[in-house]
């Protein structure tokens, strides 16, 4: 019995070898020569064309749809992503515009709809996204009615000794995620901001206060909001908490 187990081992051990093996060898190395590179799909077509400088990838990058229409279109400085980005729709019209700077998403952000008319503007600064989002609607006028923050206090202080905040939005989207903090002076998400824990897209804060405990402060409260029509628009509510146990 002892010698079927040792040779059952011995056996996935070996499988187990055999299978990293064809792993890497399945993994090809990149292309880092200089020169323009060009890749098919396995039917001929194709794919990607791009250009190598000095091992790093440098000026227009393109990808393209099945039907030989332009997918994407990036550039690269120094295998940075740099300037104007463009994405099209399968029949060759723009669909979005993308600046980037220093490899980063950082300026506007323009998106189209197929007959050619702008659909929305976003300004990001280093990937983050910021205020101002504008989303054109299909009379033409600018949409105004974006999610807003509620906030609901819920006093368990003398049960539990609990005060807990939930933070939801005035009407339903995509996703969302909340924090507490204060966005850049241009308006714009940062690294500094606390996330806050969701619970099915409601945002959930718990103070525990002994007996006889005090807090006073003034919160600010951000929301990051995926719309419908895909781009992230930021909220904000200030709500002062004064709580005594």
Excluded: W
Aim: charged share 30%; net charge positive; hydrophobic share 30%.
């Amino acid at each position: 019995m002892r010698l079927i187990l040792f040779f059952l081992c011995a056996t996935l051990l070996v499988m187990g070898c055999e299978s990293k093996k064809k792993d890497v060898k399945s993994k090809k190395k990149a292309d880092t020569t200089d020169g323009l590179k060009k890749y098919y799909t396995q039917d001929g077509k194709l794919k990607t064309e791009l250009t190598i400088l000095k091992g790093k990838r440098h000026g227009v990058a393109k990808t393209y749809y099945r039907n030989g229409k332009v997918s994407l279109e990036m550039n690269y400085v120094n295998g940075k992503r740099e300037g104007m980005s463009k994405r099209y729709y399968e029949d060759g019209t723009l669909y979005q515009e993308t600046n980037y700077k220093d490899d980063k998403i950082d300026g506007e952000r323009k998106k189209f709809k197929e007959n050619g008319t702008l659909m929305s503007v976003a300004r990001f600064e280093k990937d983050q996204p910021c205020l101002g989002l504008k989303e054109i609607l299909l009379d033409g006028t600018v949409k105004d009615n974006f999610p807003k923050i509620l906030v609901t206090p819920i006093d368990r202080l003398k049960q539990e000794g609990v005060y807990q905040i939930n933070l939801s939005l005035t009407e339903s989207a995509r996703s969302v995620k909340y924090y507490i903090g204060n966005l850049s002076s241009t308006g714009c998400l940062t690294s500094n901001l606390i996330s806050i824990q969701t619970d099915k897209k409601v945002g959930v804060i718990k103070y525990s206060l002994p007996p006889g405990g005090f807090m006073m402060q003034e919160l600010n409260f951000v929301a990051e909001i995926e719309t419908r029509m895909g781009n992230t628009y930021l909220a904000q509510k200030k709500f002062y908490v004064s709580i005594e146990n």
